[in-house]
T-cell receptor, first 108, second 117 residues
Framework: RKEVEQDPGPFNVPEGATVAFNCTYS??????FFWYRQDCRKEPKLLMS???SGNEDGRFTAQLNRASQYISLLIRDSKLSDSATYLC?????????FGQGTELSVKP | GAVVSQHPSWVICKSGTSVKIECRSL??????MFWYRQFPKQSLMLMAT?????????EQGVEKDKFLINHASLTLSTLTVTSAHPEDSSFYIC?????????????FGSGTRLTVV
């Protein structure tokens, strides 16, 4: 079983749509959680950290359920510029473990 | 903010030759450096973790004699792909632990696209 598993993509949505990504992780000792964004042929960039209480950053909302070992990312009012691959990332103890990523394509 | 400079950005080499990739932390001390590899349409796979002044720790399935990692100073870590073969063609990226720079602790280089012909 992979340490971090994500929804398979790609997600093709129209501008303005709401899209949700899901992720599960296997290591219950994981300490911190993140969503990264990766554009084609570029390095991943931190989108947001994920906290148990849930957190929001503008149009982006992240949730963590430690009991279910489940992480989600919700993007509201999607923009063309949101097109990218979204990576669920877990830190089980000092190193970042990446999910395979979910590709998002926002169309006009 | 913290910056990790990775060079080269891309390299094409002949099969059987070696390629060195450098990552430098520009405004902080990178005690720990992580090296990842990413094949097309796949995620970043951790190859190894290096700590300054000590031997790197390799992930299962990664050949330490093929992927030589040197972390001789707090600002420089290198990955050398020895006797490269076409199957080594990939996107290699480093990430440094940054204690106090970015706030969340990990800064990525911009990646090196290696093509072995």
């Amino acid at each position: 079983r992979k340490e971090v598993e994500q929804d398979p993509g790609p997600f093709n949505v129209p501008e303005g749509a709401t899209v949700a990504f899901n992720c599960t992780y296997s290591n219950s000792a994981s300490q911190s959680f993140f969503w990264y964004r990766q554009d084609c042929r570029k390095e991943p960039k931190l989108l947001m950290s994920v906290y148990s209480s849930g957190n929001e950053d503008g149009r982006f909302t992240a949730q963590l359920n430690r009991a279910s070992q489940y992480i989600s990312l919700l993007i509201r009012d999607s923009k063309l510029s949101d097109s990218a691959t979204y990576l669920c990332v877990v830190n089980p103890g000092g190193k970042l473990i990446f999910g395979q990523g979910t590709e998002l394509s926002v169309k006009p | 903010g913290a910056v990790v400079s990775q060079h080269p950005s891309w390299v094409i080499c002949k099969s059987g030759t070696s390629v060195k990739i450098e990552c430098r932390s520009l405004d902080f001390q990178a005690t720990t450096m992580f090296w990842y590899r990413q094949f097309p349409k796949q995620s970043l796979m951790l190859m190894a973790t290096s700590n300054e002044g000590s031997k790197a720790t390799y992930e299962q399935g990664v050949e330490k004699d093929k992927f030589l990692i040197n972390h001789a100073s707090l600002t420089l870590s290198t990955l050398t792909v020895t006797s490269a073969h076409p199957e080594d063609s990939s996107f290699y990226i480093c990430s440094a632990r940054d204690y106090g720079g970015t706030g969340y602790g990990y800064t990525f280089g911009s990646g090196t696209r290696l093509t072995v012909v």
